[in-house]
């Protein structure tokens, strides 16, 4: 019996182990310069400056927090996992409003998420975070230029945040053209007929499905392409987080 008890015992004591090791290493929560953590190297000093000066602004009129954090490598984490603790760990936005946004840029895993609180979903939808990286980060980053990616992704973050609390603030925020004036995408290269027979084929398929599996397989195509990523959610100089906790959606991208 003794014997039983203490594999028991150890089993749990392995368990909870093994969950701890799970969990994203998160670094602790900065007490200074609260709204840039450059861990990653790769923003300049005037960014930073600007960061938190907006961000400081930002806070003091709206209670709400933007805060970017830069790492060289997730060590095996998932991106929405270790921005979802960041957000909640670090208590990033208002305790009540749950205002807190989390820009996270793992440079060494080419991955970005831009993760948002409960009290921000409504204007930081995931479509839209999701924008403001395809248009206003990613090109830069693709470049290797994080500095003036994270710099512009901010800028347009901060924007939409004080647009909620009818706030104007002056950000200049310029998205990078995806395509320019002469290139052309693959599908704009392909004879018509083709773009007929392409098109001709997927319906094609769509009816052989409904009528033989039911629509089962159209119903799995569509479920992974709007299935949504898992969600979660300072003063300049001296100041601190404003205790939020609640995550409430956001968006990642590679690159």
Known sequence: MTKRLAWLVLGIYLLIAAVAWAQPQIPPAPT?????????????????ARINSLGSQLAAKTKAQVVVVTVKSLQGASIEDYALEILRRWGVGDKTLNNGVVMLVAVGDRQSRIEVGYGLEGALPDAKTGRIQDEYMIPYF????????????????????????????????????????????????????????????VLLLFIIDWLFFGGQITYLILALLFRRGGGGGGGYGGGGFGGGSGGGGGSSRRW
């Open 142 to 201: 693709q470049r290797g230029d994080y500095d003036k990616g994270i710099l512009n992704g901010y800028l347009a973050l901060v924007s939409e945040v004080a647009k909620e609390y009818n706030l104007e603030l002056k950000t200049e925020a310029k998205p990078v053209p995806k395509q320019r004036a002469g290139d052309s995408s693959w599908w704009d290269t392909l004879p018509w007929w083709v773009k007929v027979l392409f098109a001709a084929g």
């Open 32 to 48: 200074a310069s609260i709204y840039i953590q450059d861990y990653a190297g790769v923003v300049s000093g005037d960014t930073k």
